[in-house]
């Protein structure tokens, strides 16, 4: 049982190249999350998907796009990246109603 | 969602107990009182949650007052690898209308020290 897994772990990104991030998760979960964290800062929510083929925005979604065509994985897309999306992004999962979520190990993401 | 605060840091003795406070003067009928941590460079990780009985599980306590504005998270044997931000989190659990979004604030960075 991995959990919830991202790949990948680092990357380095020109500003207006494009990337997507994925996540996976074993455990069945309805709901997936991402997060971005940026320095002596807590977690912001980026965007969410409440079951498969749904998604959502969260506190901070510009710049972002996101899909969730199967249950088990939710994918974060960067389409022109900027210095500003410099950050940890994390990924989430919790079961529908469910209280804890469960996080991934992180993506270091640098925008030069 | 109502807010939290929390002391930014605190330091603790290696084998004592940890007692992390944590206020939530707005808190609502409905929302529970959740911990999370997080350890350098690693994803947040679930602790505990409660609503308004104290809880205990495998890693920790959580002491919720009888008015529930505030509330403290016990780690009773604390070893060097607890160091870690531990946040403090109020929150709206199940129903159809939760999204299940946590929102983490500054939380407490406990250094526990040999």
């Known amino acids: 049982n991995a959990g919830v897994t991202q790949t990948p772990k680092f990357r380095v990104l020109k500003t207006g190249q494009s990337m997507t991030l994925l996540c996976a998760q074993d455990?069945?979960?309805?709901?997936m999350y991402w997060y971005r964290q940026d320095p002596g800062m807590g977690l912001r929510l980026i965007h969410y998907?409440?079951?498969?083929?749904?998604?959502a925005k969260g506190e901070v979604p510009d710049g972002y796009n996101v899909s969730r065509l199967k249950k088990q994985n939710f994918l974060l897309g960067l389409e022109s990246a900027a210095p500003s999306q410099t950050s940890v992004y994390f990924c989430a999962s919790s079961p529908a109603w469910g209280n804890e979520q469960y996080f991934g190990p992180g993506t270091r993401l640098t925008v030069t | 969602d109502a807010k939290t605060t929390q002391p930014p840091s605190m330091d603790c003795a290696e084998g004592r107990a940890a007692n992390l406070p944590c206020n939530h003067s707005t808190i609502s009928g409905n929302e529970y009182v959740y911990w999370y941590r997080q350890i350098h460079s690693q994803g947040p990780q679930y602790i505990i949650h409660g609503l308004k009985n104290n809880e205990t599980n495998e890693m920790a306590s959580l002491i919720i007052t009888e008015d529930r504005k505030s509330s403290t998270l016990i780690l009773p044997h604390a070893t060097l690898r607890d160091t870690a931000v531990y946040y403090c989190i109020v929150r709206v659990a199940g129903g159809s209308s939760n999204t299940g979004k946590l929102i983490f604030g500054q939380g407490t960075t406990l250094q526990v020290k040999p």
């Open positions: 998907s409440v079951g498969e083929g749904t998604t």
């Open positions: 455990m069945n979960h309805e709901y």
